[in-house]
């Protein structure tokens, strides 16, 4: 028995926006990304192999923001953060703010395994993923039309703007947000999770989010593993991926009670629009988020497939 | 009624090598800190701004591992990390890495006021305290000879060698350690935390530590604030800090035994030798460690001052 969940981010998802092309492409994405963590887990893999190879394959396709798709910074740019964690052993690598490195989520790994550290920034983790021989990029691999599109819209709404003190922050899914990440069980029983992300459109002075910090974004130990995505200081704040965890194992709440007292009862009301996707130690999933959609996949311990975005 | 923590670090502290003199400077250096922020909290002053202070004494303070005392990294340079949460609206600021902020404590609040961010890092928080006039300084500033000679003796020892897969974590308190923080809670009821590193001498690949990361080595809310110090990996793989509020939140537990299980139970056994300072909103104060010493000072609800290293 084996559970897989993953997401490729979560937000308002205007349906206009998404053309019936559009979704189908998306749909492909998940389906091919959770078949790829699938096939390891089916072989009898452990749940950290799959969570990173349903994340690699997110962070190859240009649609979702991470990796190849990732959005632009301000500058022009793009700030790669990633993390991932091994539930059983409770280590956990990560790395912020990336700028080279093709897949980010594999210099995640590289850090837990090879590192006695947990988060390395830049321009460091670009330097260690080249001394170990991870493939790097030039600037253009990581260009899309669309996200730089998106960065000159930014740009000209003046959104993104930390020099302003008190300005409101924007609500608008679409351009600011998008993650992709996976949790599995494994047939040993052991768990994992993974996020990767470009961050925010047009975001400005190294901004770093909640998805390379253990505990805030990802989440794995020996009862669940949890990749969050959303409005990513809000998730900060909250702690919300460990905050799972305490629920769970301090208040004795189920794995889909604590997940909707995070992200329904304390993200939801001070605007932490998102999602989470976690996974049981018992194959449980839950997949909530409080936001208009959310691309997610997953395979249940029942062998059953799914693939949603509202 | 207020009461108010500060750290000056924990580690092995080998008596051998704390001679009287030195031993009075550390001290002294811990007394004007404390008294620095304990004349903000009776004056009323709110629990941030007294936190704030007594870091802004520490790390202008040589002696301290922050601030003007950071150690090297393994390039030459320093890479400064700093928190500060504010337990009554649950807002949080952080920097990671930066390089030229004289105090580091007053860019992580400039983050928290001036931006809707949580945690910046190299190069966005300099060039963020340079835009908002904070004071920067050359390299020389940061340079003190002691400092320097435990970086040629980390480098000839072959530490920090991140670079060499399976080699053990050379446990060595003396260079390896050194945090500053602090903890209040105000005349109002309200907490808050504050904490500042130059992380490990001979540092390299960018490698952030958990004082910078909410949730691991600075936690404030409503019914606790925390600062913690020690080997910044085990606390961060543990969510140290906001460890301790869930075991009081949702089990109940005391300040006390919360810290206690956090410190003892939980980051000894895997090598997490460090400690933290706590405070409630009752104005209960904690400052459990498991290493040899943890140079610190508090001033109790009831008006106590105490001073201590051991």
Redesign the interface.
Known sequence: MYALAIHGGAGTIARAELTPALEADYRAGLQAALAAGRRLLAEGAPALAAVEAAVICLEDNPLFNAGRGAVFTHDGHHELDAALMDGAS???GAV??AREIQNPIRAARLVM?????????????D??AR??GLPTQPADYFFTQRRFDQLQQAIAAGRMQ??H?G?A?VVDANWKKGTVGAVARDQHGNLAAATSTGGMTNK??????DTP????GT?ADAEVAISCTGN??DF??A?AA??VS??MR??GLSLAEACRVVVHDKLAP?GGEGGLIAVSAAGELALPFNSGGMYRAWCDAAGEERVAIY
């Open positions: 409770g280590r956990v912020a703010g395994e090879h590192t006695e550290h947990v988060l390395l920034g830049y321009p460091g983790a330097e260690l001394l170990h930390l020099d003190a300005s922050p400005r002075f190294s901004r770093i989010g910090l253990p505990g805030a989440w990513g200081e900060m704040r702690v460990y905050d305490c629920l301090y208040k001070v």
